[in-house]
């Protein structure tokens, strides 16, 4: 644990939420949702997760690209699926590294917030977002779960990015972490 304090990017020291966590059901599949996120934004999503891993010093968590991937296959809406619980230090890497990922795509997440682009423009990018998501959920979730049809939906999937992007945004920047555990760990849906 205090291996991954130590790690942290130029003096940010609240990188780490100050309890132990253990993450719920819909928190791991919002977790998961906010990391497909991130890809849709990110074509090379995958890749910068791994050269990330190394520059916060989470190799012992995630060493490859397949041990990063069955920490996210806890999610149950997956085709492939884990059974048991996340450890709470596992679980607090992951949120490193999406808030880690989310601070390193800021500039796109801010110009699909921003009221500043033309509209236009702005509505472009949010069908490919859109698009780009609803893919890489037919590709990597069961689309028989009733959780991941919802999330196909074609009258909700707009209101789901515009969520997602938004919590992206916030989990950037300092406090990001807690942020985002506070999120996760909300009991509200």
């Known amino acids: ?90 679980s607090q890497a992951l949120i490193v590294l999406l808030c880690s990922m989310a601070e390193r795509i800021y500039p796109l997440l801010r110009q699909l917030l921003s009221s500043r682009e033309p509209e236009n423009i702005n509505s472009q990018r949010w069908q490919l977002l859109e698009q780009r998501l609803g893919e890489l959920i037919n590709e990597r979730m069961n689309p028989r779960r009733g959780g991941v049809q919802r999330l196909l939906n074609p009258a909700i999937k707009q209101i789901i990015c515009k969520d997602l992007v938004l919590s992206l945004a916030l989990a950037s920047g300092p406090g990001g972490v807690e942020r985002m555990c506070a999120s996760l760990l909300d009991p509200t849906p």
């Open 1 to 90: 644990m205090e291996n991954l304090a130590s790690s942290s990017i130029e003096n940010k020291s609240d990188i780490i939420c100050a309890k132990q966590i253990i993450l719920g059901r819909r928190a791991l599949e919002r977790l998961d949702l906010l990391f497909l996120a991130v890809e849709s934004l990110d074509f090379n999503g995958s890749e910068a997760m791994l050269i990330t891993c190394e520059k916060l010093g989470l190799q012992n968590y995630f060493p490859n690209r397949v041990e990063l991937w069955k920490r996210r296959c806890h999610n149950p809406l997956r085709r492939t699926t884990r059974r048991g619980q996340l450890s709470s230090t596992d």
